[in-house]
């Protein structure tokens, strides 16, 4: 799950990103909203929340929210703000915010409200991505193989395999460029080296192959990638 955070205090926005990762988000971290507005219009990187600050150098939280229904974007957007009156909480709404947290606030409510937040999303994930004969276990972070024989089998994943196997489960035989990979996968800030996408491939098609699940993924030269599964599971 990525997260894109528009905070301008330091601190602040230090203490939400390094809670957030110990719950596995993938977090943009930028303190300028016309900055934000760049990363939100940037086709290739898909935002599962958005956390916006009210008061932001260059455009204001309220103002992206704004920005972002008016072009029909349904991103669920928590708003942080030391304005506490019933007026304040009610232009953040009529903006277009999902939910609306007063500063200061402790972290276990930061992601409580975004675990609801992504509930009452209509994007909101189940439990379980099947795609072929792979299974997603998002609870255990793992995936289940079932192989000919309808065995099945499950394979523990590190976090990063996890999110590398869950990108292409959601786009099934379609191509899928190393420059998309690292967009979706990667945090903008983390200037990933230029054979990471290799490199993870390696580790996780090792893992599926060790498993019996093998060469699932294909490698279209000049291209990019593509997951391509023809056994469905019965």
């Given at each position: 799950m990525r997260v894109l955070l528009v905070e301008d205090e330091p601190d602040l926005g230090t203490a939400i990103k390094r809670t957030l990762h110990q719950e596995k988000y993938l977090v943009d971290w930028v303190m300028d909203g016309t900055e934000a507005w760049a990363y939100l219009e940037n086709r290739w990187t898909q935002y599962t929340l958005a956390i916006f600050d009210w008061m932001l150098p260059g455009m204001s939280g309220l103002e992206l929210c704004k920005r972002l229904r008016s072009n029909k974007n349904p991103l669920p957007v928590l708003i942080l703000t030391a304005k506490d009156s019933m007026a304040d909480k009610v232009a953040g709404l009529d903006a277009g915010a999902d939910d609306y947290l007063v500063?200061?606030?402790?972290?276990?409510?930061?992601?409580?409200?975004?675990?609801?937040?992504?509930?009452?999303?209509?994007?909101?994930?189940?439990?379980?991505?099947?795609?072929?004969?792979?299974?997603?276990?998002?609870?255990?972070?793992?995936?289940?193989?079932?192989?000919?024989?309808?065995?099945?089998?499950?394979?523990?994943?590190?976090?990063?395999?996890?999110?590398?196997?869950?990108?292409?489960?959601?786009?099934?035989?379609?191509?899928?460029?190393?420059?998309?990979?690292?967009?979706?996968?990667?945090?903008?800030s983390a200037e990933p080296a230029s054979n990471v996408v290799a490199a993870q491939m390696r580790l996780l098609r090792r893992k599926l192959a060790s498993s019996g699940c093998e060469n699932p993924i294909e490698t279209l030269h000049g291209m990019g990638y593509r997951l391509k599964l023809t056994n469905e599971p019965k």
């Open positions: 500063k200061p606030f402790s972290m276990a409510e930061l992601l409580a409200r975004l675990r609801a937040l992504q509930r009452r999303s209509p994007h909101f994930q189940s439990p379980e991505l099947i795609v072929g004969n792979l299974t997603l276990d998002y609870g255990n972070s793992a995936v289940v193989f079932q192989n000919a024989t309808r065995e099945k089998q499950v394979i523990p994943l590190t976090n990063k395999e996890f999110q590398l196997l869950e990108y292409f489960m959601k786009h099934p035989n379609q191509i899928v460029t190393t420059e998309q990979i690292r967009n979706q996968l990667w945090e903008v």
